[in-house]
């Protein structure tokens, strides 16, 4: 094997609805194991624009399968252009939602098939998984004082639509526990970092 070779970094994804703290908890985790840190939808120069169609401040008629294709598009750029190149350099890599929400948004928010969904990105995704997925989660009336109101159409669908896509993280997580670990996301931002931390070591090992 030649000495350049260098060991695949490792992929890690922060899930949870909106104010659920996964934004400050993924710069916190990337700073803390040197990685590179990014985010979905928009982690691409070609995917900011295709993010301004998707979080338009107001509805801009977007139908349910072309928002799902779009955050496909959006996920097959970033993964070929950023994600798997960094990897393969060897870096660790924290995204900032990825396959999960469009699951739950998707999927369980929106009312499509959610096995669907859930292929339609991993074919998108060329395949690559999250070697783990960190879900944080907060209870409803947290996430509402966080945020302070909706910014864009997706966050203004409405507490139903809000509480599907709860429940859509949670039977994922549960689903997938070797892969998925829940974290409480209430309390400071220092306990939810050392909770954060408690999980990846537990799940992968400690950050060398
Ligand atoms: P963003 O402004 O990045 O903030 P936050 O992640 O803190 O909520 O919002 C991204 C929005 O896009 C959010 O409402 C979830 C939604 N989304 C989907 O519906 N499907 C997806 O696949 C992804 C990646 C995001």
Known sequence: ????????????????????????????????????LTREPGGTELGAQI???LLASSDNGLADRAEALLMAADRAQH??????????????????????????????GRGLDADMVRAISGWAAAGLW???????????????????GARDRIEAA?????????????????DEPEYWIQVDGTGSTQEVEQRVLAAVAEMLGEPE
């Open 130 to 148: 999250p070697d783990l997925t960190i879900l944080l989660t907060v209870p409803e009336q947290v996430s509402l004082e966080r945020t302070g």
């Open 51 to 53: 993010r301004s169609i």
């Open 158 to 174: 409405g507490a139903e639509f809000h509480r599907r896509v709860a429940e859509g993280f949670l039977a994922q997580a549960e």
């Open 1 to 36: 094997m030649p000495s350049s070779a260098v060991a695949r970094g490792r992929f890690i994804v922060f899930e949870g609805g909106e104010g659920s703290g996964k934004s400050t908890q993924a710069e916190l985790l990337a700073a803390r194991l040197d990685a590179v």
């Open 79 to 108: 993964v070929e252009e950023f994600i798997e190149p960094a990897l393969l350099a060897g870096r660790d890599v924290v995204c900032d939602r990825y396959i999960g929400s469009s699951v739950a948004y998707q999927g369980y």
